[in-house]
């Protein structure tokens, strides 16, 4: 019997997922692939069935059974600690008790009570890019600082610390080509980090998220002090390591697209742009892990108790039979919010919401801020994230 071919990683264009996708999407949706440990593994590409597995509770989240599909050795060495489990890797009831004494902050409404905020760090940033001259990089500069600063003031953790955890972020998660060891190295300095910053909050709770926790539900003995410096590291990661790469992407497409630019100077537009934008580019490169706990029938394929699946959300969200013409962005694509980049159901992305804003207001203040702003680089230069389980690009030259 032969071995499943490798899940799909080489792209063909940089800002399109590997045709092997949209092929097995038209002739085989549910279907067998091998992860890089040479464990296997359903992959699932079609809209779809890609929601109907992620609503369904028989597709465990859970990262300590022994048959989840682990996407990098990042993802293996993460599962190595079990007293470190946070709640997206959990299942119901236990992540819905947990995400709801962190989820008041993300709500609309505590969202949009920061539109001024957003702005105001959106705005220095600008200003500070406007004084030096270009050229800029706006990934360092701009895509990067947006999101960061806002989840490290939501948070309470120090913007100031910003460049080491970003750093151990990208080596122990992201990159597809560091070491388990070095994954593990780099867990263990964010976690030592965190565990200090909490343990200064137990002393000294502030307005802050790690602050609120201490104060409502670790000194009421419902969190342990691991369990809060578990939740940061969840929050801090998933804060802005895939905003600002969606931001990144989002500008990139923006300078080269003459009248994609042009129709973000309309305020009207800006809102299904940014939903457009998310559904193009699906930035969680491989997808999101499952594991089966008992038989489940999807299609026509039945997926055994055990069997690890990954959803992929690229694929999913260029399904032609719900998006028309995918590989195009449309700006006036009347459902372009049934994309699934933030995924579906009950681990449906906490910070969608705040990240779906910060680009909202982001976008088209570079192009009002920085006039004739583009590329400083021809296209073929500007150098994507090829190494990295989420896609972008690791630096955006710009000159204006």
Not at 36 to 59: G, I, K, M, P, S
Not at 85 to 114: I, K, Y
Not at 215 to 241: F, K, N, P, Q, Y
Not at 251 to 260: F, I, K, M, S, Y
């Amino acid at each position: 019997m032969s071995q499943p071919p490798p899940l799909p990683g080489r792209r063909e264009c940089p800002l399109d997922p590997p045709h092997q996708l949209r092929d097995l999407r038209r002739e085989q949706p549910i279907a067998r692939i091998r992860l890089w440990n040479d464990d296997e593994a359903w992959l699932v590409t079609r809209h779809e069935y890609a929601r109907q597995v992620l609503q369904d509770r028989r597709f465990s989240a859970d990262a300590t059974n022994p048959r989840f599909p682990r996407l990098s050795p990042g993802l293996l060495v993460g599962a190595e600690r079990s007293g470190r489990r946070s709640f997206s890797r959990m299942d119901e009831p236990e992540h819905g008790v947990l995400r709801r004494m962190v989820a008041q902050p993300f709500s609309t409404r505590s969202v949009q009570r920061r539109r001024a905020e957003i702005e105001a760090v959106v705005a220095e940033l600008l200003d500070e890019i406007a004084h030096k001259g270009p050229p800029a990089d706006l990934v360092r500069d701009f895509a990067l600082p947006v999101p960061t600063q806002m989840i490290c003031h939501l948070l309470g953790v120090p913007y100031t610390d910003h460049a080491f955890f970003q750093e151990r972020t990208a080596t122990a998660i992201v990159s597809r080509d560091v070491t388990a060891e070095q994954s593990r190295t780099a867990r263990a300095e964010v976690y030592a980090y965190l565990d200090e910053l909490v343990a200064a909050k137990e002393r000294a709770p502030g307005e802050d998220l790690l602050g609120e926790l201490v104060r409502e539900h670790g000194r009421a003995g419902r969190l342990s002090h691991d369990d809060i410096v578990t939740m940061a590291w969840l929050l801090l990661v998933a804060g802005h390591e895939t905003t600002a790469n969606m931001l990144a992407l989002s500008l990139l497409t923006l300078l080269t697209h003459d009248h994609l630019r042009a129709a973000m100077g309309d305020p009207a537009v800006v809102p299904r742009a940014v939903e457009e934008l998310l559904r193009y580019h699906s930035v969680l490169k491989d997808g999101v892990p499952r594991v089966a706990t008992e038989d489940v029938r999807i299609g026509d394929v039945l997926i055994s108790a055990g069997d690890g699946v990954i959803i992929s959300l690229p694929s999913a969200n260029r399904d032609e039979t719900v998006f028309p013409a995918p590989d195009t962005v449309d700006f006036d694509r009347p459902n372009a919010h049934q994309h699934l980049a933030f995924g579906h159901g009950p681990h449906q992305c906490l910070g969608g919401t705040l990240a779906n804003l910060e680009l909202q207001i982001a976008l088209p203040a570079v192009l009002r801020r920085l006039p004739g702003v583009r590329l400083a680089v021809p296209f073929d230069e500007v150098p994507f994230r090829e190494d990295m389980s989420v896609h972008g690009v690791h630096a955006l030259p710009v000159t204006w």
